[in-house]
């Protein structure tokens, strides 16, 4: 694809998160899109990403949910204030709660599918369910709560 | 601690999970032991392990709370049988749900310490309870919902 991925407008300071800053060498630099009114994520598991032989890691499965969930939620945070990912000021989202399900093992060496739903705005509240799919089997479902970040956290740590 | 952890006793073909096998060298291989009727586990995130400036990725205190737990569920299914961990047959577990609510940000650059508490055993399943700190202040809680590998699994992958 050739449009911007919402990540791909977090400011630099909130761009290192292991799951989905672009600037963290290390993680996993998930992308996620605009589908509609879904959002998208396709992430390919490293072979090291096992749990038992043949699944993929379900940490990794919350991991991909989670980054998602909280990159669905400033998209559509952006969209209800009608203005794009591009403008001022930033919104970024980190998880209050995370539920994941698993349904069956996820098979390793394919390429996953995330698919976001926006659930709920409500303030500095968004509710995003999603379903992780593999070859088009969902695999796992999770529901996440996301908040806007409150800038007094950073003083706290 | 000279005592073997948990992760220890899984048989090698189970140990090769990111979370908590032994044998998988790019995992974060975590140690869980007893404490009493609890559990424990102490882990020491990488400075990459970051979500916004100073915190700890998300995505990463889940996956201790799920390899935690379900090293937990197979210690009390042992004890639950009147049996060592080094007995056969083994007994290894998976999560079927992760439910994590994130309290606070997790500093990054301090030891957090996840505290497992087995809440349920009931045939194949075993529910468990965790909470991880930091400095000794909870910052994330868990519950996770750990099911014996049923064999019939390995050959649907």
Not at 18 to 32: A, D, E, V
Not at 59 to 81: F, P, R
């Amino acid at each position: 694809m050739n449009e911007k991925a919402f990540q791909d407008f977090y400011p630099d300071s909130y761009a290192q998160c292991y799951g989905c800053g672009r600037l963290n060498q290390h993680g996993h630099q998930i992308k996620s899109y605009w589908d509609g009114e879904e959002t998208v994520c396709r992430f390919m598991p490293k072979p090291y990403h096992t749990a038992i032989p043949g699944a993929v890691y379900g940490g990794l499965i919350a991991s991909l949910i989670d980054c998602h969930a909280t990159g669905t939620a400033a998209a559509a945070a952006y969209k209800a204030e009608g203005r794009s990912m591009d403008t001022q000021p930033p919104l970024r989202f980190v998880t209050a709660s995370l539920k994941v399900d698993y349904l069956k093992p996820t098979p390793i060496g394919v390429e996953l599918e995330i698919r976001g739903t926006i659930r709920e705005i409500k303030g500095r509240k968004v509710v995003v369910s999603a379903v992780l799919s593999a070859r088009g089997v969902p695999c796992a479902k999770g529901e996440v709560v996301c908040v806007q970040v409150p800038e007094e956290w950073f003083s706290r740590l």
